[in-house]
């Protein structure tokens, strides 16, 4: 079955950074585009970077130029490295394809916060 484990997360303070790692499993990882997302108290979840099947990178424009999104195919992992974290970057994480697969994992928890 499709499997999604999220890791990374942690509390930082404005201005730091967070490498966040997903590892994927029972799908075909090498054909699919994927994606980092976002979900705050309160708020829809959102799109924050995605990378397609030939690497090329998409990212929302609350995150583009500090947040940079890689995929290893050989791993079967996509990670988020996250730099300049603001307060408003709050919220717990979750990597799934794009478009997204019904199945999510429980994603990891980012608090940016002095």
């Known amino acids: 079955q499709i499997q999604l484990v999220e890791s990374g997360g942690g509390l930082v303070q404005p201005g730091g950074s967070l490498r966040l790692s997903c590892a994927a499993s029972?799908?075909?990882?090498?054909?699919?585009?994927m994606g980092w997302y976002r979900q705050a108290p309160g708020k829809q979840r959102e799109l924050v970077a995605r990378?397609?099947?030939?690497?090329?990178?998409n990212y929302a424009d609350s995150v583009k130029g500090r947040f940079t999104i890689f995929r290893d195919n050989a791993r079967n992992t996509v990670d988020l490295q996250m730099n300049s974290l603001k307060p408003e970057d709050t919220a717990v994480y979750y990597c799934n394809a794009y478009p997204s697969l019904a199945s999510w994992g429980q994603g990891t928890q980012v608090t940016v916060s002095s």
């Open positions: 029972g799908f075909i990882f090498s054909i699919r585009n």
């Open positions: 990378v397609a099947v030939d690497r090329s990178t």
